[in-house]
């Protein structure tokens, strides 16, 4: 009790920063969650519906972390729409945190809030994660990729492995990632084994009866439905969907920057899901990258966005919300790079350097209000979007 006591005493302000954040990211993300929509929509009662029992659960595992939580809510008799939008805002806060924690290993304090910012105000995370469905799952990137990075500067490496192999079991349930996971694994394959190999054989075990127990009803349904199985990977149920895949590609890169597909309960109207200084931002990351080549996270955000871009354009079950992390992690860069060339050119003058800052969080400031504005506003307010959250259990 006292060495627990004299740690909080002598970290008092990053556990007041971090718990200040948390009040921040969790009231943003839950402000009027039940009551901003007069209703469910049919994406989130059919997804409900498929939660309602363990039998359904065990046939078809895929998005088996969303599920059991949902599931647990039924059971509780909690069903009000704030309750079941709860378990996608609770995934939206980790993601949050997990960036925040992500960015500042990877740049600085000052990058790190200002792109917290500009990820937990985009309306595309906003209208992911405060919906009673599965989609914010593909978000999990996020926290995968801290805890593979914290495992590398932790003392408490067995914590650290054991959340690992723990979290990459639960998110082979999530269509898509086991991609993902066999591209980092085969990345950093030499400094796994090289962890693997200073741990005990009991723990090795331990680890991986773990996984196997995590993964078993995920075999089982895989093995008795070939559907489970396709899903899982993000493959598209029919192969005659592939011809469209050319098609797919180009539709994505339009939503992202040109026009979407109207869809009311995803986004308003055909608007692009990024705005114009987003998009100036990712490619201004995406040209810092060539100064930054011989760091790996270089190179691991140029894989994972082109192999998610492709798996997205499938046509199967992979959400193209799954690239929003990857394209923030890029925006972060471009910030970064901006800022870093405004410090080269006044290195010594600290008024031009305040000025540096302080313009560019007003412009992430106005980006954010625009985001803010068009979610809580805009899109609850559209005659659509009333129209399509109508329904009641």
């Given amino acids: 009790m006292r060495r627990f006591v004299w740690a909080l005493l002598d970290y008092w302000q990053p556990v007041l920063v971090g718990l200040l954040m948390l009040i921040i990211v969790a009231g943003t993300l839950g ?43 039924i059971k509780l008799k909690l069903t009000k729409p704030i309750y079941f939008r709860s378990v996608s805002t609770l995934m939206g806060v980790i993601v949050v945190m997990s960036g925040f924690f992500i960015i500042k290993r990877w740049h600085s304090r000052k990058i790190a809030l200002l792109g917290s910012v500009l990820l937990l105000s985009s309306s595309w995370l906003l209208q992911t ?60 394959r030499k400094s796994i084994a090289n962890e693997l190999s200073q741990v005990s054989v009991w723990f090795g075990l331990l680890l991986g009866f773990m996984s196997l127990i995590v993964l078993s009803p995920l075999a089982w349904a895989s093995w008795h439905d070939r559907q489970v199985l396709i899903t899982i990977l993000g493959l598209p149920q029919q192969l005659s969907i592939l011809k469209d895949f050319p098609f797919n590609i180009v539709r994505l890169a339009s939503a992202l920057v040109w026009r979407s597909q109207s869809d009311a309960v995803s986004h308003l ?85 305040f000025v540096g800052v302080a313009l560019l969080a007003m412009i992430v400031a106005a980006t954010s209000y625009y985001h803010i504005s068009r979610y809580y506003v805009a899109w609850s307010q559209a005659p659509e979007t009333r129209h399509s959250f109508n329904l009641h259990l």
């Fill in 269 to 353: 109207a055909n608007l692009p899901l990024l705005d114009v200084f987003s998009v100036l931002l990712a490619a201004l990351g995406t040209y810092a990258a060539r100064f930054s080549w011989r760091l790996t996270r270089a190179k691991l955000m140029l894989s994972c966005f082109v192999i998610l871009f492709l798996l997205a354009s499938l046509g199967g079950s992979m959400s193209p919300v799954v690239l929003l992390p990857i394209i923030y992690l890029v925006m972060v860069a471009g910030l970064a790079f901006l800022l870093a060339q405004w410090f080269s050119v006044f290195p010594r003058n600290p008024l031009a350097r």
């Fill in 129 to 188: 994660v405060r919906l009673a469905t599965p989609e914010a799952c593909f978000l999990l990137v996020l926290p995968l990729l801290w805890l593979a990075s914290w495992m590398y500067s932790t003392s408490n490496r067995r914590l650290a492995l054991f959340l690992l192999f723990l979290s990459v079991s639960v998110a082979i349930y999530i269509p898509g990632f086991i991609w993902l996971i066999l591209l980092l694994v085969m990345w950093q």
């Fill in 31 to 73: 402000y009027r969650l039940g009551s901003l929509t007069p209703g469910f929509s049919l994406n989130e009662v059919t997804y409900i519906h498929s939660a309602q029992s363990g039998k359904q659960i065990i046939a078809n595992p895929v998005f088996a972390p969303h599920k059991v939580l949902t599931y647990g809510l």
